[in-house]
């Protein structure tokens, strides 16, 4: 399994802006779908946005429609997930995950996790 190291997380105000990188290493990173989920205190984790392997297929959940995106450089064996107009109902941990060559918007459907990185967004 990959492993995975999520990063640049915190505090920002409404209508900010934050981008999370996620550094994957032990695995052949251009094989892996990435994706990114949230998990609010007393909620269960949630589908945010995934990046295909080939980065042809990209699927966002409709809460961030238009205000997130989401990239992979293989080089660096990275994903982003640039978030823009952040809103307070945005606050989770966000977690990156990995999947090999394979797509889907479950929690279930992803087999590598990162620790997660605390985003809290003030009103």
């Known amino acids: 399994q990959v492993q995975l190291v999520e990063s640049g997380g915190g505090l920002v105000q409404a209508g900010g802006s934050l981008r999370l990188s996620c550094a994957a290493s032990?695995?052949?990173?251009?094989?892996?779908?990435m994706g990114w989920f949230r998990q609010a205190p007393g909620k269960e984790r949630e589908f945010v946005a995934l990046i295909s392997w080939t980065g042809a297929g990209i699927y966002f959940a409709d809460s961030v429609k238009g205000r997130f995106t989401i990239s992979r450089d293989n080089a660096k064996n990275t994903v982003y997930l640039q978030m823009n107009s952040l809103k307070p109902e945005d606050t989770a941990i966000y977690y990156c995950?990995?999947?090999?060559?394979?797509?889907?918007?479950?929690?279930?459907?992803?087999?590598?996790w990162g620790q997660g990185t605390q985003v809290t967004v003030s009103s």
């Open positions: 032990g695995g052949t990173f251009s094989s892996y779908t």
């Open positions: 995950a990995a999947e090999r060559l394979r797509i889907g918007v479950g929690v279930s459907d992803f087999g590598s």
